[in-house]
């Protein structure tokens, strides 16, 4: 079964550090993996995704197989960061599913 | 605006009565679910919806039920409610590609039990 470990509920940095949530991965097939942010008392949006390689807001993310990684980083945080951010797994074959970590509360404070 | 659009936003109940959660999506996708978020913040799948047939049916007790009348609403009933059913309950849909774009998610409806 898929597991998506997120081991850190809480991560706070101050304002231009460095910002680094952690993502890990459980799954025996193939993986797709995603990042989304849910901002204070808004809807889920989707941040990142592995395959696009794309960065979105300063941030960039890298599936490390080797690790069974998928790390969200960005090297100098703002306040607007501050959200709830979940790393996400998409389980294959027909039925779409995707499971969620447990997500990380980023504060990046002034 | 194309979206996906919940309500009611919010739920105020007693224990043991029944209430529906709407979801209407106007992006054409063809999957619908509903995700439970938690007080801890942990979301959770609980149905999806291909094209108005259940794929996937988590552990969730019998007192929920979906209902997809086409493929662009998946409502959620719940009977006899119970003080563990608050949360804030996410609808989301994917379009046949999935893969690529994810889910696009309601802004939720926070369900409060007292």
């Known amino acids: 079964a898929q597991r998506v470990t997120q081991p850190e509920k809480l991560l706070s940095v101050f304002k231009g550090a460095p910002v680094e949530l952690k993502c890990n991965y459980s799954y025996s097939g193939s993986p797709e993996l995603f990042w989304y942010v849910q901002y204070s008392r808004q809807r889920l949006q989707l941040l990142l995704r592995?395959?696009s390689r794309e960065s979105i807001k300063g941030f960039t993310a890298d599936l490390n197989k080797g690790e069974t990684s998928f790390h969200l980083k960005k090297p100098f945080a703002q306040e607007e960061d501050s959200a709830m951010y979940y790393c996400?797994?998409?389980?294959?074959?027909?039925?779409?599913?995707?499971?969620f970590g447990k997500g990380t509360l980023l504060t990046v404070n002034p | 605006d194309t979206a996906v659009s919940q309500t009611p936003k919010y739920l105020v109940t007693q224990m043991g009565n029944d209430k529906s959660i709407k979801c209407e999506q106007n992006l054409g996708h063809d999957t619908m679910y509903w995700y439970k978020q938690d007080s801890k913040k942990f979301l959770k799948i609980m149905f999806s919806?291909?094209?108005?047939?259940?794929?996937i049916n988590e552990t969730v007790p019998n007192r929920f039920s979906p209902k997809s009348p086409d493929k662009a609403h998946l409502n959620l009933h719940i009977n006899s409610l119970e003080l563990g059913d608050s949360a804030v309950y996410f609808c989301?849909?994917?379009?046949?590609?999935?893969?690529?774009?994810?889910?696009?998610f309601g802004e939720g409806s926070r369900l409060t039990v007292l």
């Open positions: 996400a797994l998409e389980s294959g074959g027909s039925n779409y599913k995707l499971t």
């Open positions: 919806y291909n094209n108005k047939e259940l794929i």
């Open positions: 989301a849909s994917s379009p046949p590609s999935g893969r690529a774009e994810g889910l696009f």
């Open positions: 592995h395959i």
